[in-house]
């Protein structure tokens, strides 16, 4: 995974007025976690943050962190955690860890379904995403943007469970292996439009007596 550069500046003034000082210069703090001397408080450019972020990689992608006032080291983090406006939904605060490319970290893939399952096209299924995430143990280096899973040829009543992702490269899956998926739902509608077709072709035809097949003859 290529690695962006976002440039940054070690923080020094903190609390509440801080924050909306550095948000009205259209900055955000943010704190960098997992270093060897502890959290670090920092301010960098949301919007320079977000574009890195829109790049394909999603919150998964490598990002070299350039810090001004950091004896001008360079951070290889990946983001943790983004607090949002809970109106305008921008960014008012980010979390990042520092991470080591040399040591496995865990982080989670989103699943990106493909194709059209033939239970849904052909036949009326319904389908349902049940997993729209797995949790993964990896190098920083072998982070994926997204794990494709094809349902084409998922059918009705049919899943696909965590054990059938097909993922490349030396990444392990954390979660059980048992979990579905994605699900081809048989609708109720169909199920029962089925069900009465059945009924009306297995149905035994009424039989008629002697006797009322003669009153029937007779006119009576």
Same mark, same amino acid.
Request: avoid cysteine.
């Given at each position: 995974m290529e690695q962006a550069v976002l440039k940054g500046q070690v923080r020094t003034q903190f609390g509440t007025g801080a924050a909306k000082r550095l948000r009205r210069q259209r900055l955000i703090p943010a704190i960098v976690y997992g270093g060897e001397s502890g959290p670090t408080a920092v301010t960098i450019n949301p919007l320079e943050m977000m574009k890195l972020l829109g790049g394909g990689g999603g919150e998964n992608v !490598?990002?070299?962190l350039a810090l %001004? +006032?950091?004896g001008e080291r360079s951070r290889t983090v990946i983001v943790k955690g983004l =607090?949002? %406006?809970p109106v305008r939904g921008g960014p008012l605060h980010a979390d990042f860890l520092e991470v080591?490319? =040399?040591r496995k970290i865990?982080? =989670?893939i989103p699943l990106r379904l493909t194709g059209e399952a033939v239970g849904v096209k052909l036949k009326g299924g319904l389908l349902e995403q049940h997993l729209r995430e797995v949790t993964v143990e990896c190098l920083p280096g072998a982070i994926l943007?997204?794990?494709e899973v094809d349902i084409s040829q998922l %059918? !009705? +009543?049919h899943s696909i469970h965590v054990r059938e992702l097909t993922i490349a490269g030396d990444i392990r899956v954390l979660d059980d292996p048992a979990r579905p998926v994605v699900t081809v739902l048989i609708q109720r509608v169909v199920a029962e439009g089925a069900a009465a077709a059945t009924e009306e072709k297995t149905a035994e035809p009424e039989v008629v007596g002697k006797k009322e097949a003669k009153e029937v003859k007779e006119g009576k």
């Open positions: !490598l990002i070299t %001004d +006032g950091d =607090q949002r %406006d080591s490319m =040399q865990k982080v =989670q943007s997204h794990i %059918d !009705l +009543g």
